[in-house]
Nanobody, 122 residues
Framework: QVQLVESGGGLVQAGGSLRLSCAAS??????MGWFRQAPGKEREFVAA????????SYADTAKGRFTISRDNAKNSLYLQMNSLKSEDTAVYYC?????????????????WGQGTQVTVSS
């Protein structure tokens, strides 16, 4: 049974940092990614990473502040978030897809975690 479990969310002041983790089980995925959904808004792409970790893709809002990484030995995905802003407040979701391309369209992802809340206070 495929399962993605996020952790690491919490409350942080603007300018601070958080590191999100996602533990995957039941399958080794090719492309994995992070999405987020703020209250009243649609779920949006944050970042994606290839199986090898050699290729990454970021939303413009994440470039220069967030870093996606993975440890295949631990079947885990990470998102290091620095210089956090109040507009980063959202539920963050780990996602995985069977395909190999770094896709930002959430409809192309096959598996989802339950989400972890990130709240940035200004």
């Amino acid at each position: 049974q495929v399962q993605l479990v996020e952790s690491g969310g919490g409350l942080v002041q603007a300018g601070g940092s958080l590191r999100l983790s996602c533990a995957a089980s039941g399958h080794t995925f090719s492309t994995m990614g992070w999405f987020r959904q703020a209250p009243g808004k649609e779920r949006e792409f944050v970042a994606a990473i290839s199986w090898s970790g050699d290729y990454t893709s970021y939303a413009d809002t994440a470039k220069g502040r967030f870093t996606i990484s993975r440890d295949n030995a631990k079947n885990s995905l990470y998102l290091q978030m620095n210089s956090l802003k109040s507009e980063d407040t959202a539920v963050y979701y780990c996602a995985a897809r069977r395909g190999h391309s770094l896709i930002s369209d959430l409809r192309e992802y096959d598996y989802w975690g339950q989400g972890t809340q990130v709240t940035v206070s200004s």
